[in-house]
Structure formats: structure tokens, C-alpha cells
């Protein structure tokens, strides 16, 4: 647990410092870099053809005549601000977009320019051994026949739209950039339910160790979880209103039928929400049960102490009156003495012992 | 109890991994398979006549041709893709429909498409020994002149419909589509009342236990009504969309008369949600007298021990002070010594507890 | 109290499960029986003249030929379906209105229909012996010259109201039907100021036992009056929508004068609606008190405790030293050994009492 | 405190119950009667002249032939209906202003009528002994050239408006009706800071003693405070919309400038209720102070406890021993043998106390 | 922690009564002076030249003739009517306008006046020792050609604005008045995710004293960082508006591509918000973690008070009995009698002891 604690707020809000103070508009590449080499890969597909380049560098893309319907240029890896500079260029995209893209922190949003629109959304991966969500950025940008992606590291998300585009029958293929757009934030969102999914399945189980009372750190699990569910809720919610945008993006990008597809999604990320809502819920129960747990660990313990008190008060006393040197005292001299008074200890014993269960019994009953 | 808890979050969830990946508009059944073989009626009606077909397969259905005006299509089991594929094509259904009537995780929602409208609901049935609402997706599909509706399972809710179908002068027949759709989606809805209305009497129950003191696992208890509630709010609350929406379609689909008629649905929906707010509060009440409970019983424990402390501890005193080896002793000569001491203990003892009392009555004067 | 608990959530909800199933527009009759007979009653009347007829069965009503402007017709008992039927017939009323009106678990609501309106209320009367505010529904229809009214029972209410009527020069006898409709809700929302005030006036009684510490059952009296707060209040929340509505009916059915009276009583509702949020949070620090009182009463049993123990133990050890069978013993010869004892017993008490009440101090600063 | 608990919620809902069942616009004073005599003055002013007058009855004020441009109709005490009806047939008020006027407990809003709105506001003064703001209500009619208002009371609050009034070169005096309608609101507004200002000063009174652990009856002050602090919240709410409605008065009441000024009375309405706000969250955070000194408190009492009981109940049992009656016991012949007991009795007490303060360090250190 | 509480909500309030009752449009300062001699500097720039100077005093600045395209006027320090007066009158201010730059107690707002806007924006330095966020008000008024801006003192904020500026090919020289307001904007805004991230590390060192159980005072420092926290967010909320209306701006003030950049800003606010929210969670959890504590240790003294009282009475009471002085006792005559006894003292004490760890693995088991 305590290495869970390492991922600290203050730490995704590094390097804000060093930015505060820049012109707007700057390239600055804010977050931990996750890959030593940016990556780029150039899908350039129509319904009949595709072709499929990567580069090494960026140079090595300068002369790549274009020649299909659509492009899809992904980029892995964002701290190279050469990189990010050619393809604004190329792409006449506003420095505005470009210092989005690299400050790795940015809420979901949508951002429309003239001639294109900048969509910027947070994938999660669940590190089952840390109990973690690992959060990366992924930009979009969508123009009339041109789809970029932007992601901190190579994540396997879009391996499945690569294989549906490789198909050469595939719908995907005749669908435009939108098309392609709606594939890429579909595969994310349905990532959510996976990720959503294993971190239910943990608080489930962090829910039986409460139950049978063996938790270890509760406290610190419970509160740990629940930072997990808020800062995984916080990040999806404003996804909502991206996907409610895309739906109704102006000009002729996109389809009808890509705005059924849209709404799709929009509802797929309102399901994820509740599961989320009902999560956090289920979070706040397990504080209860917690505290049940200690309240009653305390009233047993003390019980505990009433009980032995009971029993032995009592008979010190006993013993002690037959222990004071007065000189007529009775039952001394009996030979049966000694075992009365261990007789009567226990009598008073019992009978006190019984006292405090009806007593017990009977603020149970009128309480 | 624990049975109860069995009914888990993740469960809910299942094979949204599995599906993660695939392209939108898959038709991928999520969910248990609850009956074998899926099962298809149809009713074919007019104001004058109506036919009742049952089919055994999808391929029996083919040759039946469409006489009346009005046709409704149900069915039973939905994870059969086969079956699936086949309606859609006949009535023309979009691929993203068919997904949705077969991921029966849906929340409540109304999809406008060309032509036809999609709703997915939920319906309730309380199992009463598990103390537990058990939920089911219907799907429901209005078209000019048909509705189509799937459902996991049969519920038995729909058999009332029937019957106004089958007899001749029922205002039903002459309906439409809509008041088909309305018949539906009504009956689902008084079906809610009566899981409410079930499950509130469970809580009455539980809530009697509570001030008896006699509820077995109150924390685990509560907060598994607690989480029933607000699973069916949650599945209930989006209804209240559909349902205005639904008062607003567009087209010749609805009669102004429909229209009140799905405004009275509207209004019956907003008062179950009323009555389950108003559970919810209870719930909230009941776990306040939980915790009373607990601490009336943690005060009487404490309570019985400074009453036997005060008792014994004094008397403990008293005979020690008369075992002391001193020489000079007052009284130890005296035969009415040890009858002097006894009398002294006593009367210490009932002193001391005076003055407990007095003291309780005193801080809560002026607490 | 356990009379007041008797009141219950399942109990207002009776009848629904036999409900179930019935076509929509029955008339079922939701609710207890309050009387025994229906008992109508007729206003027909102009700013000249009126005529007051109570009719005995709804069969001698048919003979009576309608003479004047406005016809204000009352009906107390609902559970009689055949008179509800033949109001429906006379009025052209449509069926969701009739079975709204024999439902008597209506939320407050404004349904339009062509030609009339339909309002549904709650009234309240105040149980001041068993602290419990009953509640009634109240269904009004305004047509263009006529108001129906229908009542669970008579309530004493609508009294005011006829006697202004029956005063020739009454304003209300030129007002139309909305003038009525108007002097009988606001004679409604009046009667919620008296409920309310009784209502506080009891939880100001509770208030004072609480911080005198004689409540009998704090728990139970402060969610009883929590619940009775809330109940009210949903019960009028929604009237603010109706009045609201009301203030805009289309048609020619309101004079302008007759607004400004409808924002009038709008802006009563939401005084009350204010009243009861303060009540509300008036509860709310009630159970703080409450809990404050349980604290000190633990705090002064622990205090007793260590009290007495703190005096009585170190006497023990001090009695039990000299009891102790050495030979060589210090003051056992002295004649006042025993007295040094008992002044040694009651100096360290003296001294122990003293820290414990020092320490308790030095707490109380540093904390 | 218990004085101050006598400002009942009850009490400023006195009266209602004899009002319920009057017919609307009936001008009932409900509210305390706080002056004897009303109290009519007039400030009837142009540009350049000024004429004062003041009222012993509302006949004499029959007889003023108005003269300027600008007429300003001052009443303290609304309990003489009489000169209430005689001002309302004056200035052609509607009946249900005269209602509202006398009615001394509206909320704040805005009524707008035919060639005139009303505006009901809340004045809140200070009772820094009591720690009470009592509050009295300020009715506001603004017509073309004219502005009444009403007083329960005298309240100084307009004096610097007359002030300014009375100086010839004032901007007031080109203003017209609307400019001393802002003066006069203005003034009431200005008035809440310093309410504020007292009731915080207050508030970090109290935070101190709860710091220093010196607070008298912590839980009834913080209660008193949140009071107070809720309804002065509450009252002035409202007041937003009806100075954001102000600036958007029809007709050629406001010129541009008034309503700028209108709008800086809105900020400092805004102002206010974010102050009260932040005085809310501080008050949540003593109750939560409280709360820790209760906790200190009773943890020091069973420290206490514990470790009379570690220092005392081993030297018990030690005495107890060499007190045994055994023949053959060690060291009872020896000379040294009680100081050996009493050096046992006291090592074994710092043994006892060391291994407490261990475990509470390794409690701390674990939790 | 003490010197933190200094700052007292009540002095940010200071001096309302003074001006309380004044006409609205006086200039009055609110709050401390800050600086002694007001400074004011002047950018008199186009994309050409660009002329820095520095006033000792408002006369000498009379004479300066202004020669480029836009300008820019900075004054550190407001409690000088004079100087306020002075450039009220120079750029035509509405007496509102130096009223508001005066009171440096403002919320977030933006007025348009004719001809040009006026924006009150709060800035925050940490104060790292105190652990403070320390606020001063910047006024800014944007006119067609100019841009005004008041601060309470030198911060430093507008440092790298100014150097932007004296580049003589900076794209801030060509922008205008809109773009030079977004760049101080900007800049504040980016010093509040410096202000959120030094506060953000501090919660976290508190963080891990607590979860070490170390921290001195939790209770008030908990409580402090609260408070801070809501203060910003309350400063920052009212920025979000601001900032959505600023894109709005009507008349040619702003480029499309200034649009963009504030919305830009606008994005960074909305961030800073949701890391607030975040830092308020986590505080929320952190007054768990410390009741955990404080349960912990509490459950620790009572579980050692049991332990001691355990293991020593029942030897208190075997050692009694052995005291007694009947004639007839076993063992007595024994020399192995006092060995057996002391052996069944630490016999039946190993049992007590065993039993009770048995019955809290028991009370776990099954809680």
C-alpha cells in the first residue's frame, strides 16, 4: 500500500512551475516521458488501397508523396518538439493544438479550428500488482481526409482498428476520417469497462476482508480506492460533452450514420459513469462496515473487562473480610469454613455474571 | 446474507473484456443465457382480426405471410445471433440496434432511427426470500406499424396485454403500434410498484428489528437494501427521459391521445422514484438507530462496571484496613466488630451508587 | 411512539399490486374508504344569483337543469366508480382524469386536457396527539365555466370559500371559475402554514427536552419528525411547477387579475418550502445535540470510574502492605500506626483526585 | 444562550392560523407590532427644490398638494390598516400589495404591476449581546415619479439617503425615482456586510474558546451560530433574482446608468452570500474541533485510568502474597524482606508504566 | 499553527462599516496598503517602437503625449484617490469602475461599460513558512487601444509579459489591446497551478505525518488547509465566467485568433478547478485517516487496561484467600503451599490472557 501512495498528486502537476511565464502557444512537453524514441506510423487508405509506412525519423516522412483518400498518421512518444512542429506545419495545424498535444495533462475536450477539430481524451490501464489506474493522454485530430493521434507510449489500443483497416472489405475502409475517428475513441470507451472492471473486482475483494474483519490497512485501502474511482470518474465526465459535440460537428464531416455511431459511444460512457457512481457507493459502504467492525471490537474488549471485574471484585472482597484479625469472627473455626467462602465466591460470581448478560439483554430491548 | 452479496457488481459487468476490441455494431450477447431455446409469437392484428403464431425456429417464420395492420413481434432469449440477424434484416434494422437488444446491460433509453424508434428498459421481479430485486432488459422497437420486443426471458408481465389484444372489442385493436408500445411499457412500469412496494416492507421489517434490537447483521443488512434501492433508481431515473421523449416523437407515430397516455406513464415513474427517495431516507434513519443501538449498549457496559468497581472497591478497602498486623487496632476485641465492618461495606456501597445516579441525573440536567 | 411508526410506507402504497395489469384509464379506487357515502354537493351561481344544492345519489342529480355563469361542483368519498363515471360522462372528461382522481396517491400536478384542467393537491391536517400530519388528495378540474372538486372526505377547508360565495356582493361571485380554482388552493396552501407551524412547534417541544436531557426515545421522535418534514415537503415541492403553470394557462380561462392572485400563492409555496427546509436543519442540529448528550453521559460514567478507582486503589495496596506477615515491620508496635495508615490512605487519594482533575485541565489547554 | 434560543422558528410564523381562510388581499398585519404610532414622512424634491414634511395621522396627509418631481412616502409601523388602505387608494396599489406590505414576513422579491413594482427586502441588524441579527422587513413600491416605502420600525438605515437628499447639488436629487430606489437598497445591502462583520467576529470568538478547550455549551453556540447564519443566508438568496430582474425593469423607469448601479448592488449581494458561505464551512470546521477536544478528553480519562490501574493492581497481588497465612514463606523472618516488597511494588509499577508508553508509541507508530 | 489562523476572515472585511452608508461610485480603499508610493509605468507600443516609462507622480505623467498604437498603464498601490481620479477622468472610467479597482476585496467579474470592459481577477502567492496562500485583487479595464491594470502591489506576475513586449519582434506587439489582456490573464492563471502545486505538496507532507500518526496538531491543520483550498476555488470559481464571456466580447475588441487563446485560458482554469476538487477530496480522506488514529489509540488504552486487569485479579483474589484466617485451610502447613499458589496465579493469568486474544480473533471472525 505504501508504494501505491508514491503516485502523488503533486506529481502529475510537475513541471507547471517551469512553464508558468511562457507565451501561449509554446511547446512544452509536460509529463514523464514514456518512450526514448518518438514513433510514427502512416496509415494512407482508400477503399480499394492502403498503404502503411513508419518512419524512424521525421525527415525520413518529408518525401512521402500522398496518395489514398485517407490518412492516419499515429505518433508514440510526445517529448520531441521537432516532431511536433513539422506535423503542425504539414498539417497547418494552430500552436494552440500542438501545446496541447504535448502538455500531457489536458481534462477530455474537444477543440474546433478552422478546417479541423482537436479532440483530447485520457486512456487507462489497470496495474492489477499496484491496484492502480495508469492514466495517458491520447490527441486526436480530425480533418476533412486526415485522422492524427497523439499517445504518450504504444498502448495495443489500436492494434484491432489497424487489423479492421488491413481488412481490405472492411467498413471501416469506405467510412472516411470520421469514420476512423469514431473507431479510435470507440476502442478507448470500451477500454473503460475493462479497467472498470478489474477495479470492482479488487474492491470486492478489499469488501469480503472487511466482512470477515481481516483488512489489513482499511483506512488507507478504502481512501485509496476511492481516489482511484474519483480521479477515473473526473477524467471521463467532460467526455460526455466531447461526444455530445462530435455528434453534432459542424460541416460535411460527418455521416448520419457516424452520428448513430457517436451516440453509441456517448452512451457507452454514461454506462461507464454509473458503473463508477455505483462504485463509489459501494466505497462509502465499505467505510461503514469498517467502522462497525471497530465499534464492535471495542465493545468487546470492554465487555471483556466488565466480565472480568464481575467475577473477581467480588471475591476479593470475600476474602478479604474473612482475612481481617478480628477477634470474633464467625465460621473461623468451622473445618467447613474455607470451603463455604470459595462456595459463596462463586455464587457471586455467577450471579453477577448473569446480571450483566440480562442487563445486557434487556437495554437490547429497550434501546 | 451472504448469498445476498453474491449478486456482485463485477458480475454485472462480465465479458466486457471479451467484447472490448470488436467494431461497433457487433451483435455480441452480454449477459447470462437465461432460457435454452429462444422463443417467437406473433400477434397480427387489426380492429376486426388477429392471428397468433408461435414459431419453433427463425426459419418457420419466413413463409408467414403479413395479413393485418398492426403486428407485434416477441421474443424470448436473445443469445442466438442467428434469430437476431434474421429480424433485422427483415425489418430493416440498424446494426447498432441489434447490438443493443443483445448487451442486456443497457440503460433505460430512446434511439431515434429512420423510421422506427428503439427503447431498452428494464424490468424488475423481487425475489423474496433472497431480499433481492432481479433485473431483465426488455428491448422494444416501434416501427409505422409494428413493435417488435425482446426480452431475456418470459416474465409473465405482457400476459395481461395479451389478453387485451385477444378480446374483440378491446380499444387496443384499434390502436396502432403505439398504444401497442404504450400497453407495454405501462405494464412494466406497475410492475415497479410492486417491487417497491415489496421491498419496502422488507425494510419495514428490518426496521422493526432495529428498534427491537434484534437484527442479526445490521450494517450488512442495510447497506444491501441500501444498494438495491439505488440500483433500481438508477435503472428507473433515465426512464423519465424516454418517456418525455417519447411524448415528443416526431412523425405520425403517436395519436394526441397516446400522448396522454405516455404522459401518465411519465407522471407514474416520477412517483416511484419519489417512493424509492423516500426509502432511501429511511434507510438513512436506520442506520442512525443502528448506531444508537451500539452506543446504548456500549454505555451499559461501562455503566456496569463503574457500578461494580463503586461496589467492591471500597469494601476491598475496608477489609484490608482490618488485616493490618497493627497491634493497636480499634474494635478488633469487639464482638460486633466484623458486624460493623459488614454494615460499613454496605453502607459505603449504597452511598457510592447514590451518589452514580445522582451524578447521571446531574450531568444530563445540564449536559 | 410506536403509534406513529404504524403510519407506514407499505401502507400508502396498498392496492398498487392489485392495480397491475389493468388497461390504463380504469378507474380504480387507490386508498382507504374515509366516508361512507359520496356526498355531492353543487354551486351554481353568477354575481346575481346562486343556487345550492346537495344531492343524495348522483341518479337525483340528472334532473337538475343548469341556470347560472359559473357551476362549482364538490364531491366528497371517491370509492364510489359509478358516480365518478357519470361526472366523467356529464363533463366529457377523459379517462386518465377519472383515474387520477380515484387514485389518491397523486403527486401534486397541472395535466391540460382541450377544454379543462386538471390539478391534482395534498391537503394536511395536523394530529397534534400523535404528532402526525395526515394527509388527503384533492382533485380539481377547471373548465371554462365550471370548477369540479373531489375530496377523500370533507376537511372543513373549502368553508371559507362557500361563504363568500354565498355573500351576494362577494368579488369571488364575478371572478369566473379560475376565481374559484384560485380561493380554493389558496385555501389549501393556507392550511399548510398552520401545519407547519404545529409541526415546529412540536419539534421546539422535542428541542427542549433534548437539551434538557429528558428526551424519552430521541432517536425514534427525531426520525419521526424528519420523515414527517420530508413527507410534507415532497408533497408541496411539485405544486410549484403547477402554480407556476397555472399563472400561463393558454385560452381565455384567466383574467390578469387572476395571475397576479396565482404568483400570489405561488409565493406562499415557496415560503413554506422555506419554512421546512428550516425545520428541516432545525432536525438536523437535534440529533447533534443528542449526540453531544450521549458523549457526556459516556464521558461522565468513564470519569466516575477512574474516580473511584483512583481513590481506592492505592489504599488497597497501603492496607494489603501492612497486612503482610513480615516479621520485622516498621509502626506495627505504634499504638498510632493504623491512625498514620488511614491518614495515608486518604492523603494519596487527596493527592491522585487532585492530578487527575490537573491533568484533566492541562487536556483541555493543549488540545 | 438560553436567552437566545427563545427567537423561535415558531414564533415568526405566529399569527398565520388566524389568517388561513381569509379571502386573498385582505391586509392582515402579521408580526410583531414594534412602534406605537405610525410614523408617515415625505420628501417630495425636485432638482432644485426640496420640501419635507412629517405626518401625525394619515388625514392630515390629505391635504399636501404634491408640487416636484419626485415623491418619497416614508412609514414606519404597518399594523393601522387604516393608513395603509388610505396610502393604497392614494397611490393606486393593488390590494395584494397592501397584503404583502403588511405581511412582515415575506421573503425578498419582486412584483412587477401595472405603472408600478414592488420589492420586499430584508434588513438585518446586530444584537451583539444577544449575538442575535434581527431581522425586519422593508417594503419598496418604485412607480414612475414616485417611491413608497415601509418600516416595521425606525431603523436609521435611510438617514444618509435623506442626508443626501437634503444637500442641493446631489446627483440623488437629478435622479429620479429609480436613482432612490438604488440609494435606498444600496444602503440596506452595505448594511449585511456589517452584520456579517459582527456575526464572524463572533464566530472567531467562539473558534478561539474551542481551541483554548474553553467553550461553555460548545454544541448549543455552534448550533446558535449555524442559525443564524442559514437564515440570514436565506433571506438574502432571493434577493439575487430580484436585483438581477431590477436591471431588466420594461418600461422607462431605469436609465443605463441606474442600471449599472443596480448591478454593482448584485455583486455586492454575491459578495455577501459567498462570505456567509465560508462562514458556513468555518462553523463545519468547529463542530469538528469540538468534536476532537471530546475525543481528547475521554481518551485522557481511560489513560488515566489505565495507568492507576498498572501502577496499583500489581502491588496488590504483591502484598497480597506475603499476607498469605503458609508456614513456610520466604523471607518473612528477614529484616529487610517489606523494603525488598516495596522495591518490587515500585519496579514493577515503572516496568508496567514503561511498557505502556511503548505500546502506545508502537500503537501510534503501526496505526 | 497558531500565526496561521491570524488571518481572520473578519479582517478581510474590514472597514465595511466605515463605508457602509456612503453613495455608491466613492472611491474608498478597502483593504491594507501594500505598498507606500503608488508606481505607475506606461507602454506606449505598436509593432514598430515601443516607449517604457516610469511617473514619480500623477502630475508629472500629465504631460506625456502619447505617439503608438496601444498602451499600456500599470499602478501598483490604490489607497491614492487622487491618482485614481486622475486616470478615471484621463480614460473616461465610470465612478463604479475606480469604486470597484479601490475595494480590493472584488470576486472575479467582468463589467462592460461603454466603450471599454473592466475585469477583476484575484491573484496567490504561497507563502511557504506560514503555509499560506496569500490574495491580492489585479483590475484590468480593456478599451479599444488600451489596457489598464491595478495591483496592490508588485508581484512580479507581469515580468515576462513586459519582456515579451520590449522584443521587438514578439507577436504580442502586432495583437493589440485583447491580446495583451489575455497575456496578463494568462499569466495569473498560470501562477495558480504554482500556488496549487506548492499547497498540494504541503497537504501531502501532512499526509504522510498522519499516516505515521505523527502529526502535532491534525484537527486545526487539516482544518486550515481546507479552508485555504475553498478560498481559492471560491476566488478562482467566478473566473470560469469571466473568461466565457470574454470570448463573447461584443465589438471588434478581440480577433478570432484571441478567441481562441482565451478560451485556451478558460481550459487551464476549468484544470486548476478540478485539481482543487481533487485536493479537497484528499483532505476529506485525510480527517478519516486521523479519526483512525485517534480510534486505534483509543482501542489501545482500553485493550491494556484489560490486559492488566486480567492477569492481576484473579492473583489479587487466590492471595486473598490464602489470607484468610480460617483455622481449617489446605495447604497451609505445606512448604510447597506458597509455590502452588504462585504457580496457579501465573497459570490462571495465562489463561485470562488467552482467552481474551481467543475472543478477539473470535469478535473479528464473525463482526
Redesign the interface.
Known amino acids: 500500500m505504501r508504494k501505491r501512495?508514491e503516485k502523488?498528486?503533486?506529481k502529475s502537476?510537475?513541471n507547471?512551475?517551469t512553464?508558468?511565464?511562457?507565451?501561449?502557444?509554446s511547446i512544452v512537453h509536460l509529463g514523464e516521458i514514456k518512450v526514448t524514441q518518438p514513433d510514427i506510423t502512416l496509415f494512407d487508405y482508400g477503399s480499394e488501397n492502403l498503404t502503411e509506412v513508419t518512419f524512424r525519423s521525421i525527415d525520413e516522412s518529408r518525401h512521402y508523396p500522398r496518395a489514398q483518400d485517407t490518412l492516419w498518421l499515429n505518433v508514440h512518444g510526445l517529448h520531441d518538439t521537432r516532431v511536433m512542429e513539422e506535423i503542425g506545419r504539414r498539417f497547418g495545424l494552430?500552436p494552440?493544438v500542438l501545446?496541447?498535444v504535448a502538455n500531457t495533462?489536458?481534462?477530455a475536450?474537444l477543440?474546433e479550428?478552422d478546417g479541423y477539430s482537436y479532440v483530447a481524451l485520457r486512456t487507462f490501464r489497470y496495474d492489477a500488482d499496484a491496484h492502480d489506474a495508469i492514466s495517458d493522454q491520447v490527441s486526436l485530430v480530425l480533418g476533412k481526409n486526415f485522422v492524427l493521434s497523439f499517445q504518450e507510449r504504444p498502448s495495443g489500443l489500436f492494434?484491432?482498428t489497424r487489423n479492421?483497416l488491413r481488412q481490405a472489405g472492411?467498413?471501416?475502409r469506405h467510412g472516411g476520417a470520421a469514420a476512423l475517428l469514431?473507431?479510435l475513441i470507440?476502442?478507448i470507451v470500451?477500454?473503460y469497462?475493462?479497467v472498470?472492471?478489474a477495479l470492482?473486482?479488487d474492491v470486492?475483494v478489499l469488501?469480503d476482508q472487511l466482512?470477515?474483519?481481516?483488512a489489513k490497512r482499511?483506512?488507507?485501502e478504502i481512501?485509496h480506492y476511492?481516489?482511484e474511482i474519483?480521479?477515473i470518474r473526473?477524467s471521463i465526465w467532460p467526455l460526455r460533452e466531447v461526444l455530445a459535440s462530435l455528434q453534432r460537428l459542424p460541416g460535411s464531416h460527418l455521416t448520419s450514420d457516424t452520428q448513430?455511431?457517436f451516440?453509441?459511444?456517448y452512451?457507452h460512457t454514461?454506462?461507464v459513469i454509473?458503473?463508477l457512481?455505483?462504485?463509489r457507493?459501494?466505497i462509502g459502504?465499505l467505510?461503514?462496515?469498517h467502522q462497525?467492525?471497530?465499534?464492535?471490537?471495542?465493545?468487546?474488549?470492554?465487555?471483556?473487562?466488565?466480565v472480568?471485574?464481575?467475577?473477581?471484585?467480588?471475591?476479593?472482597?470475600?476474602?478479604?473480610?474473612?482475612?481481617?484479625?478480628?477477634?470474633?469472627?464467625?465460621?473461623?473455626?468451622?473445618?467447613w469454613?474455607?470451603q463455604l467462602?470459595?462456595a459463596l465466591?462463586a455464587g457471586l460470581g455467577t450471579l453477577?455474571i448473569t446480571a450483566?448478560f440480562w442487563?445486557?439483554w434487556w437495554?437490547?430491548?429497550n434501546?
Open positions: 501512495s502523488r498528486l503533486s502537476r510537475t507547471y512551475t512553464k508558468a511565464g511562457r507565451p501561449p502557444g494552430h494552440l501545446e496541447d495533462q489536458q481534462r475536450k477543440d479550428y492494434e484491432p479492421r472492411s467498413s471501416l469514431h473507431a470507440d476502442a470500451d477500454q469497462f475493462v472498470v472492471e470492482s473486482a470486492e469488501e466482512l470477515a474483519g481481516k482499511p483506512t488507507e481512501n476511492r481516489r474519483q480521479e473526473r448513430l455511431y451516440r453509441d459511444v452512451d454514461i454506462h454509473e458503473h457512481d455505483a462504485l457507493e459501494l459502504s467505510f461503514e462496515i462497525a467492525n471497530v465499534n464492535n471490537r471495542m465493545n468487546a474488549e470492554i465487555r471483556m473487562l466488565t472480568v471485574t464481575t467475577i473477581f471484585a467480588p471475591a476479593t472482597v470475600l476474602t478479604g473480610f474473612f482475612g481481617m484479625n478480628f477477634q470474633h469472627m464467625p465460621w473461623l473455626a468451622q473445618p469454613g474455607w467462602v470459595a465466591m453477577l450483566l442487563r445486557r437495554v437490547r430491548e434501546s
